[in-house]
């Protein structure tokens, strides 16, 4: 998980400097694209994890459905 972040870091430093350069729009939404692309599978996979957590602690005993009712409202946001 760390590694996509910092991957995505880089990639968004990147937009930065080609806005900085002033590079051609179409090379910008490109990237732009990609990093957009990454953020939602990085995101997806979070949210995945948060899902398998929870589920574990329901089959404990532990924890209730609110917590992944909340998570699913904020990623509709």
Same mark, same amino acid.
């Given at each position: ?18 806005? @900085?350069?002033?590079? !051609? ?8 694209? =990609?990093?957009?692309? $990454? ?13 398998? @957590?929870?589920?574990? !602690? ?8 609110? =917590?992944?009712?909340? $998570?699913?409202?904020?990623?509709r946001r």
């Amino acid at each position: 998980m760390l590694n996509r972040l910092k991957r995505l870091e880089g990639q968004v430093r990147g937009l930065q400097k080609m806005v @900085e350069e002033g590079r !051609d729009c179409r090379e910008i939404l490109t990237l732009l694209s =990609g990093v957009r692309s $990454a953020l939602e599978a990085t995101g997806d996979i979070i949210f995945e994890t948060y899902l398998e @957590e929870c589920q574990a !602690d329901l089959a404990k005993g532990q924890g209730d459905t609110r =917590g992944i009712v909340e $998570a699913v409202r904020l990623l509709r946001r």
